[in-house]
Structures are given as structure tokens and as C-alpha cells.
T-cell receptor, first 114, second 118 residues
Framework: DAKTTQPPSMDCAEGRAANLPCNHS???????VYWYRQIHSQGPQYIIH???NNETNEMASLIITEDRKSSTLILPHATLRDTAVYYC???????????????FGQGTILTVHP | GAVVSQHPSWVICKSGTSVKIECRSL??????MFWYRQFPKQSLMLMAT?????????EQGVEKDKFLINHASLTLSTLTVTSAHPEDSSFYIC??????????????FGPGTRLTVT
């Protein structure tokens, strides 16, 4: 599976947009980019995923570069409750022995401050 | 929708005893369930994948005789930690997913179970 690289930590002011980058330079054609977050002592929460087009839902937007080697998760108006560890994960969607698995890296600790 | 529960949310047991953790998908049928373990200040590590009605597939380094997984129905999977030791103290998290054909859909995670072995 392709590995991802994320900054270990980021800060954001409440009400501002939080832009979390992720590098996945070895991503292959059948692999999707998924984002999850984990608030302290809870299970991870699904945020969004995409293949090559930009995606938006009620939680966030996902911008994937044209070469698919990197992506950015955007929380448009961060709140204090968005403080969490954000995981960028590349996952094969079909076929192979590892399809369906999520391999969690260290993620980015996002701290939203007043 | 897509709610996954775990029971218990926390448990303390004595060394040498066994502990069972339940994972339930409350509003969907989960053909595949995953069990993860998370040590303090570390990331989640996948322990095993279980499909309803078949044996679980364990990740390398995970002892299948120590961590017994049963996925007997489409809404319930259990993880039993046998002969628990203090080093098994961890945060255990399950996730559930549906699948169709070659597609496995989004994983939905439970809230986790904090196990402390004394």
C-alpha cells in the first residue's frame, strides 16, 4: 500500500479554515485517499474520501492534485471541537490481499485555539 | 446511520483472566469487521479482519490463540483476550463495513474499549 506523509502538528484559529496537507507520492491507480480523525479517547471518525476529483461534504473538502501525489483536507470554519488527530490514508478499493484495510500512520495533531 | 457500538467501554481485569469485547453494528449489516489496538500516544494498529461466518485473518505478529475473534452474525463480532497480561493493556477499537462484489465500503468505527490488566 502507498504510504502517506503528514506534518506531525498544526495550529488553527477558531473560525478560520484549517488546511491539512498529505503527501502520497507512491499512490497507484486503484487507490483512494481517505481522511479520518480521532478525537482523544474515541474511535476514528470518517471524514471524506476521493479518487482524483475534488470532493466536498458537510464536514470538509478534499483537494487532490492532478498527479494524485498529494492532497489537502480543508475544514472551512474550524471550531474547538475539530481539535483531533487527522489521518490521511491511501486504500486500495478492490482486489488484492490488502483491499479494505486501513493502515493508520501517525497523522497530524490539529489544535484549534480560540 | 452507520452506528457501531462496543461493550464494555472500559474493563479492568486481573492478569491471567480472559476478557471478551463485543462490537455491534446497530443499523446496518457488517459483512466485514476489523479489530485494532492502540497504545498510548501511538496510532491504531490493525490486529485482524473478520468476515461473517468465516475465520478471522490475523496481521503478522498477532497471536491468534491469544486474541480470539468470532464473527457469528452480520451485526456482532467479539474479541476475547485470553490469559491477559499487563502488556495487553490497551485501547481496543473495532470497525464495521459492508461489502459488495469487489468493493468494500467505508469503515465505521466503534467508540473503543479501554482494557487495563492488573
Amino acid at each position: 500500500d502507498a504510504k502517506t506523509t503528514q506534518p506531525p502538528s498544526m495550529d488553527c484559529a477558531e473560525g478560520r479554515a484549517a488546511n491539512l496537507p498529505c503527501n502520497h507520492s507512491t499512490i497507484s491507480g486503484n487507490e483512494y485517499v481517505y481522511w479520518y480523525r480521532q478525537i482523544h479517547s474515541q474511535g476514528p471518525q470518517y471524514i471524506i474520501h476521493g479518487l482524483k476529483n475534488n470532493e466536498t461534504n458537510e464536514m470538509a473538502s478534499l483537494i487532490i492534485t492532478e498527479d494524485r501525489k498529494s492532497s489537502t483536507l480543508i475544514l472551512p470554519h474550524a471550531t474547538l471541537r475539530d481539535t483531533a488527530v487527522y489521518y490521511c490514508i491511501v486504500r486500495p478499493n478492490a482486489g488484492g490481499t490488502s483491499y479494505g484495510k486501513l493502515t493508520f500512520g501517525q497523522g497530524t495533531i490539529l489544535t484549534v485555539h480560540p | 446511520g452507520a452506528v457501531v457500538s462496543q461493550h464494555p467501554s472500559w474493563v479492568i481485569c486481573k492478569s491471567g483472566t480472559s476478557v471478551k469485547i463485543e462490537c455491534r453494528s446497530l443499523d446496518f449489516q457488517a459483512t466485514t469487521m476489523f479489530w485494532y489496538r492502540q497504545f498510548p500516544k501511538q496510532s491504531l494498529m490493525l490486529m485482524a479482519t473478520s468476515n461473517e461466518g468465516s475465520k478471522a485473518t490475523y496481521e503478522q505478529g498477532v497471536e491468534k490463540d491469544k486474541f480470539l475473534i468470532n464473527h457469528a452474525s452480520l451485526t456482532l463480532s467479539t474479541l476475547t483476550v485470553t490469559s491477559a497480561h499487563p502488556e495487553d493493556s490497551s485501547f481496543y477499537i473495532c470497525s464495521a463495513s459492508t461489502s459488495g462484489g469487489f468493493q468494500i465500503y467505508e469503515q465505521y468505527f466503534g467508540p473503543g474499549t479501554r482494557l487495563t490488566v492488573t
